[in-house]
């Protein structure tokens, strides 16, 4: 009985120690254990014909996972409320929903206050389209997309994609967790 006990009371520290030991290894290793994370880039280049990425974190260079055509104001100048484009750097996500029913409706991602190089704080900043509050198309312009008209684009100083563009980036990040987005970062 005693030969048992032994053979028994080795065994399980063999084991223990090798779950141990392997359980130590994984901890070692950050991709292992780290979770996702992700955050958009809006690239600047015209208030018309900018980007926005969707990327992840990764070692190295981060990962896009997905580049859409986006629109930012009428103006470049970042100090003008309603109508210049964002100012640079990175924004919170407050929050955000699909059935958003305020001067801008449907589908919308809520962003930080921030001020730009003057001093002027921005607020009311949001990434949107132009839809009804229940995500569909309506009659009005400001609810309507149209290919044929290339001001829809231009936004009253938030982040504006196409109704196409905006659902795509609400599925993918319904997939992936908006708990994992962790930021907007805007740059020129």
Same mark, same amino acid.
């Given at each position: 009985?005693?030969?048992?006990?032994?053979?028994?009371? @080795?065994?399980?520290?063999?084991?223990?120690?090798?779950?141990?030991?392997?359980?130590? %290894?994984?901890?070692?290793?950050?991709?292992?254990?780290?979770?996702?994370?992700?955050?958009?880039?809006?690239?600047?280049?015209? @208030?018309?014909?900018?980007?926005?990425?969707?990327?992840?974190?990764?070692?190295?260079?981060?990962?896009?996972?997905?580049?859409?055509?986006?629109?930012?104001?009428?103006?470049?100048?970042?100090?003008? &409320?309603?109508?210049?484009?964002?100012?640079?750097?990175?924004?919170?996500?407050?929050?955000?929903?699909?059935?958003?029913?305020?001067?801008?409706?449907?589908?919308?991602?809520?962003? *930080?206050?921030?001020?730009? %190089?003057?001093?002027?704080?921005?607020?009311?900043?949001?990434?949107? *389209?132009?839809?009804?509050?229940?995500?569909?198309?309506?009659?009005?312009? *400001?609810?309507?997309?149209?290919?044929?008209?290339?001001?829809?684009?231009?936004?009253?100083?938030?982040?504006?994609?196409?109704?196409?563009?905006?659902?795509?980036?609400?599925?993918?990040?319904?997939?992936?967790?908006?708990?994992?987005?962790?930021?907007?970062? &805007?740059? *020129?």
């Amino acid at each position: 009985m005693r030969k048992h006990l032994t053979t028994l009371t @080795v065994a399980t520290a063999l084991t223990s120690g090798l779950l141990a030991g392997a359980a130590g %290894h994984a901890a070692a290793d950050p991709g292992a254990s780290a979770a996702a994370s992700y955050y958009l880039v809006f690239d600047k280049s015209g @208030v018309t014909s900018s980007r926005l990425y969707l990327k992840q974190s990764v070692p190295g260079r981060d990962k896009v996972i997905a580049d859409y055509k986006a629109g930012s104001g009428t103006i470049k100048n970042t100090c003008a &409320v309603g109508k210049g484009w964002l100012p640079n750097g990175d924004y919170k996500i407050e929050f955000h929903r699909k059935n958003f029913d305020g001067i801008i409706n449907g589908y919308v991602i809520k962003l *930080s206050d921030k001020s730009c %190089h003057a001093g002027t704080r921005r607020t009311e900043l949001f990434i949107h *389209s132009e839809m009804r509050p229940n995500g569909q198309q309506g009659r009005i312009e *400001s609810e309507r997309w149209t290919d044929e008209n290339p001001n829809d684009y231009y936004s009253n100083g938030c982040i504006k994609l196409r109704p196409s563009h905006i659902k795509n980036l609400f599925n993918r990040l319904d997939d992936l967790g908006w708990s994992k987005l962790k930021k907007l970062k &805007v740059v *020129s």
